[in-house]
């Protein structure tokens, strides 16, 4: 009943359909599937219906050159499936989706990840209300249905996608209340030598985020050095308090608050995968171990893109074309030399591409508090509505790991499947047992790795008659 | 170190090792329980926790009904009430050949003298259970039985068993076991324990101790698989089942489904980790939908499977070591041990500190599985 490709790709962003587009100048048997109903992944999110309007131009040049990039993946000859969730790999590789209700598996000779980032979750008392949002979302509804949010929106955070929607938010005609930048004081002066280094290998980039902070800071209230944020109101946000690093103290309406405080890798696939994980301190997060040419510790497959670490849309690109090289290797379509040789230039373009990583996983670095909330009330589980301190409370009973926590609190339990809390729990057991982050780690992923009916399911092995 | 501060070792801190220890602890024994893991990190902290009379095989009844009545009072023993809900448990005929199946079953057990099953019909069904599918013609219904909350379980058994004065040890996993005089030396990967008297509750890892102990116990393995899926408004209250498939469906405290029945995914006993198998378990998705069509669209969130050992004929292994001395088991289980937890522990209680018992254990003795080893 399952299908057999070559190669199959997960997701049909910059990475994946940079490796695509390789695949396939080898000859290959390419399959790429993918969530949305258009390529681009999230930084081109359709791309291909925007670039060339008003939006467009909104959204930047950033935006639009991923146009180039998509309509030569669609030149490319490889298959791409829309609107279709993996939501199960296993050793094989082999993959289970659904598409329009149906549930298949997919053998593959290779399978490539390039499933990207998510929004790293930011606790804090009141991020549950209605009304609390991450800026990653709003530019979602931006980008795919040109909408921006009515009346002023506060925004709150550190990093780049912040400044970028802020931008993008006041060219649409939208209103800001506030941007309340979280970056912790003194970041840039004490990172001065790789701020060096990053402007020698990157100055366009650099001076662009620079201009951002100047034109936001001068068209809207910009606070810096918040430390701390709460949302209040009963049914949803009606106020908002925060707390800057002078311990300045105050209170503000707020219909709409967006936060964000960075992205960070998507392992759910290669932790179900059982594969080996290293702890990357500079993002603080875990990503999967991989050779040089993206391969993981499980045989035949791959990651790439910001799943690999984040890197940006340029160093996705180079590391989708990489890892192709070495999947069209494998499966005997090039050899290993001309894999290596070609493979040389792109190498050098992304260690240029990933310059400035260093400076600017220092600067962005987040501040403890999104961690760890400081207010131990606020809710660290939102699906199971499980508070820090519970949690906290579950650590006092021995040395729990965050199987057990799951197992008796029910953190992590529900549809989100752990995505939004497992660093939370983990940072709150390391701060109460006193182990690094690393050490404690994260929940055993339990499959399947995104939920599925049970009509989908009862599909599976039917080829669509059950349904 | 003193060597003889102990009366009984249990090896395994599932359920049935925390009931054991319990029970003995409360008669005044010092016990330590040895897990490797944590407390219940196979089948106890998997399972469905079904609370289960209705349709266990006629040897297991006088032990389960006994169970059952102390389930009905379990915070009186364990001090919480461990999630039990006694809805019923509902066991349903698509068509007629299902329900002559059921119809067999409730003359035997009534023929018997057993009268906790009772055979219903469509409108009762209905009744009991408005949202299953208007084809179903009958059912067989323990109105007594239910399902427990098998981390809340596990979570009394602990306290109750810590209460009563018993050392439990977690990441102790078991290396080796000799005689040392009149009592066992057991190596772990810390420190060595000394008792005169074992209890062998260590579940899919039981034959490997048994041998250790010179009992050589054929076992297999099982890697029941369950879903749950995301929470629903209430549903239903008894745990149903079906006659002529693998399913068991219920709604738990939460508002969750959750949903096995014995479908069977892969163990790795060395790795100590268990797998779903999805083309298996879309047979347990197409039960749900067919008997409860009105949760098609509701979303599956997590699966597993948990490993357990089974025996031969599918009865567990309780009692004295055929080979070794103070040697006790309790394994086995085959995948219907949760409801039998507070009655072991008693059993095994029984046979420790009276050298025997008045509860019929002859069908679960060690030696039966042995000789067919030897025959074979």
């Known amino acids: 009943m399952s299908r057999r490709v070559d190669l199959l790709i997960v997701g049909a962003g910059p990475a994946g359909m940079s490796a695509a587009i390789i695949a396939r100048r080898h000859g290959m048997d390419v399959l790429v599937v993918d969530e949305q109903i258009a390529p681009g992944g999230q930084i081109w999110r359709n791309v291909d219906a925007v670039s060339a309007t008003s939006l467009g131009a909104v959204l930047g040049k950033a935006y639009t050159e991923g146009a180039d990039v998509v309509s030569r993946f669609r030149a490319s000859g490889a298959r791409y499936q829309p609107r279709t969730q993996v939501w199960q790999v296993e050793t094989g590789p082999k993959a289970f989706v659904t598409c329009g209700g149906v549930a298949t598996a997919i053998e593959a000779g290779c399978l490539l990840l390039a499933t990207g980032a998510q929004e790293r979750p930011v606790p804090f008392p009141g991020w549950t209300l209605p009304g609390v949002m991450t800026v990653g979302a709003a530019q979602i509804v931006l980008k795919a249905s040109n909408q921006i949010p009515e009346g002023p929106v506060w925004i709150a955070g550190c990093g780049p996608l912040a400044l970028i929607y802020a931008v993008q938010l006041l060219k649409s005609g939208g209103q800001i209340a506030g941007f309340l930048d979280t970056t912790p004081p003194g970041r840039v002066s004490s990172n001065i030598s790789k701020w060096a280094k990053a402007t020698l290998n990157a100055p366009i980039d650099l001076m662009k985020g620079m201009s951002w902070m100047a034109a936001l800071q001068r068209r809207v209230p910009f606070v810096r050095h918040v430390t701390e944020i709460e949302a209040i109101g009963s049914e949803k946000i009606e106020r908002l308090r925060y707390v800057t690093a002078s311990g300045e103290s105050k209170v503000a309406a707020a219909s709409l608050l967006l936060v964000h405080e960075g992205v960070v890798p998507t392992i759910h696939p290669t932790l179900a995968l059982g594969c080996q994980h290293i702890w990357n301190s500079d993002q603080d997060s875990f990503a999967p171990e991989l050779d040089t040419w993206g391969e993981t510790s499980e045989p035949n497959v791959f990651v790439a893109g910001d799943g690999a670490g984040i890197g940006g849309a340029i160093a996705a690109c180079l590391r989708g074309e990489i890892a192709a090289l070495r999947i069209a290797a494998k499966a005997g379509h090039i050899s290993d030399a001309k894999a290596a040789t070609a493979a040389k230039p792109i190498r050098m373009r992304l260690k240029r591409a990933l310059a400035p990583r260093a400076f600017l996983d220092s600067l962005y670095r987040p501040r403890p508090a999104v961690f760890m909330p400081t207010d131990t009330a606020a809710i660290a589980c939102r699906c199971e509505e499980i508070s820090v301190a519970r949690i906290l409370a579950q650590a006092g009973t021995g040395h729990p790991g965050p199987n057990q926590v799951k197992a008796f609190t029910r953190a992590g339990m529900g549809p989100c499947q752990g995505r939004q809390c497992n660093y939370t729990v983990a940072h709150v057991l390391a701060a109460s047992e006193g182990r690094p982050v690393p050490d404690v780690g994260l929940y055993r992923v339990r499959p399947p790795i995104k939920p599925l009916t049970l009509d989908e399911l009862s599909t599976l092995g039917t080829g669509g008659a059950a349904s | ?376």
């Not at chain 2, 949202?131 to 239910?146: M, Q």
């Not at chain 2, 034959?207 to 698989?225: C, H, Q, R, T, V």
């Not at chain 2, 937890?341 to 025997?356: F, T, Y």
Request: positive net charge.
């Open chain 2, 1 to 376: 170190m003193s060597m003889r501060a102990l009366d009984v070792l249990i090896v395994g801190g599932g359920l049935h090792g925390l009931s054991a220890a319990l029970h003995l602890a409360r008669a005044g024994k010092r016990v330590t329980v040895l897990e490797r893991s944590w407390v219940g990190r196979h089948a106890s902290g998997a399972s469905a926790a079904g609370v289960r009379t209705l349709n266990r095989p006629l040897v297991e009844l006088p032990i389960s009904l006994e169970a059952m009545d102390m389930w009905h009072k379990i915070e009186m023993i364990v001090g919480n009430d461990c999630g039990f809900n006694a809805g019923g448990q509902v066991r349903v005929a698509e068509d007629a050949k299902d329900l002559s199946v059921l119809e067999r079953r409730f003359a035997t057990v009534q023929g018997a003298g057993y009268h906790h099953e009772e055979l219903v019909d469509r409108a009762e069904l209905l009744r009991l259970v408005p949202a299953i599918s208007p084809h179903c013609v009958g059912a067989l219904v323990a109105r007594r039985d239910g399902a427990a909350d098998p981390h809340r379980t596990l979570l009394a058994f602990r306290r109750a068993a810590e209460a009563a004065g018993v050392s439990i040890n977690e990441q102790c996993g078991v290396t080796a076991i000799e005689r040392a005089g009149s009592d066992w030396r057991v190596r772990t990967e810390g420190r060595d324990f000394v008792a005169p008297v074992i209890v062998n509750a260590a579940g899919a890892w039981a034959g490997e101790i048994a041998s250790m102990l010179g009992d050589n116990i054929p076992l297999g393995l099982k890697a029941s698989m369950m879903m749950v899926t995301e929470r629903v408004a209430p549903l239903l209250n008894p745990v149903v089942g079906v006659a002529g498939r693998p399913l068991s469906f219920k709604q738990s405290g939460q508002g969750t489904l959750v949903i096995g029945g014995g479908l069977q995914g892969r163990a790795d006993i060395k790795t100590q980790r268990s797998f779903v198998d999805f083309d298996e378990l879309a047979k347990g998705a197409r039960a749900a939908v067919d008997l409860f069509p009105c949760i098609r669209f509701v979303r599956i969130v997590r699966t597993w499977a948990g490993m357990e050992a089974k025996t031969e004929d599918h009865q567990p292994v309780i009692g004295a070591s055929p080979n070794g001395n103070g040697v006790f088991h309790a394994f086995g289980f085959s995948g219907h041990g949760f409801q039998l937890v507070p009655v072991v522990g008693a059993i095994l209680a029984d046979l420790i500190l009276h050298d025997r018992t008045s509860r019929p254990i002859e069908a679960f003795s060690a030696k039966r599985l042995m000789k067919r080893e030897a025959a074979a």
